[in-house]
C-alpha cells in the first residue's frame, strides 16, 4: 500500500507571505494520480488540484501544484485570509484505492 | 448546477446497520462514479468504496470488504451506502463524493452525515 506523508503538520504563516505544502510518497506514483484538497472547519474538502498540476474549476491561480515520482508540493503563492485551512493529497493505486495524507494545517501566525 | 445531498444525521448502537443515502442532480447520473470516504472527528479522510452507477458495479477498499454495501438507484439518482457491524471506531463524518470519468479525484462532495456509534 501507498502511504502519503504531508508535511508539515501545521504551518504557520501571515497573509500575504507563501505557502509551501509537501507531500511525499512511500513509493514512485503517476503524477496524473494525485490530487489535493482544501477542507474548513465543518465543510467538505474542495478538490484544489488534479492531475497533480491542474487547476480545478473555479480555483484562483494563486493555487499551484507540481512534483512527480515520490515528491509533490502544493504551493499558494499569496496567503489571502480564506486560505488558512487543512490541506490533503489525495493519491490512487490500483491495489490500495484511493488514499490520503494526514493533512497540513495552514494557521494564522 | 452539481449537488450531492446527503441523508441527516443517525445515532447507532454497536453491532447494527447504518443506510445512509445520497441524492445526486445536475448531471447524467450514471456518467459519474460515486465514492464514499468518511472522517472520524479529528481524523484525517478514508476511502470506503464506491459504485459505477451505469452498471451498478462496485469496488469496496479492502479494509471494509463483508461489511461495505454500495447500492444505487437509477430512477432517483441515489446511491446508497449500508455499514453493518458498527463499531465506537465508525463514528465519522461520512461523505458520498463524484468522481470524473477516467480520471482518480473527487470533483464534488456531499455536505457529510454525522454517525454516531455509541452504547
Known amino acids: 500500500e501507498i502511504v502519503l506523508t504531508q508535511s508539515p503538520g501545521t504551518l504557520s504563516l501571515s497573509p500575504g507571505e507563501r505557502a509551501l505544502l509537501s507531500c511525499r510518497a512511500s513509493?514512485?506514483?503517476?503524477?496524473?494520480?494525485l490530487a489535493w484538497y482544501q477542507q474548513k472547519p465543518g465543510r467538505a474538502p474542495r478538490l484544489l488540484i488534479y492531475?497533480?498540476?491542474n487547476r480545478a474549476t473555479g480555483i484562483p491561480d494563486r493555487f499551484s501544484g507540481s512534483g512527480s515520482g515520490t515528491d509533490f508540493t502544493l504551493t499558494i503563492s499569496r496567503l489571502e485570509p480564506e486560505d488558512f485551512a487543512v490541506y490533503y493529497c489525495?493519491?490512487?493505486?490500483?491495489?490500495?484505492?484511493?488514499?490520503f495524507g494526514q493533512g497540513t494545517k495552514l494557521e494564522i501566525k | 448546477q452539481v449537488q450531492l445531498v446527503q441523508s441527516g444525521a443517525e445515532v447507532k448502537k454497536p453491532g447494527a446497520s447504518v443506510t445512509l443515502s445520497c441524492k445526486t442532480s445536475?448531471?447524467?447520473?450514471?456518467?459519474?462514479?460515486l465514492h464514499w470516504l468518511r472522517q472520524a472527528p479529528g481524523q484525517g479522510l478514508e476511502w470506503l468504496g464506491m459504485?459505477?452507477?451505469?452498471?451498478?458495479?462496485?469496488n469496496p477498499a479492502q479494509k471494509f470488504q463483508g461489511r461495505v454495501s454500495v447500492t444505487r438507484d437509477t430512477s432517483t439518482s441515489t446511491v446508497y451506502l449500508k455499514l453493518s457491524s458498527l463499531r465506537s471506531e465508525d463514528t465519522a463524518v461520512y461523505y458520498c463524493?463524484?468522481?470524473?470519468?477516467?480520471?482518480?479525484?473527487?470533483?464534488?462532495w456531499g455536505q457529510g452525515t454525522m454517525v454516531t456509534v455509541s452504547s
Open positions: 459504485i459505477d452507477p451505469n452498471g451498478g458495479g462496485t
Open positions: 492531475g497533480a498540476s
Open positions: 445536475g448531471y447524467t447520473f450514471t456518467t459519474y462514479y
Open positions: 489525495q493519491q490512487y493505486g490500483s491495489s490500495s484505492g484511493y488514499t
Open positions: 513509493q514512485s506514483i503517476s503524477s496524473r494520480y
Open positions: 463524493a463524484r468522481e470524473p470519468p477516467l480520471m482518480v479525484y473527487f470533483d464534488f
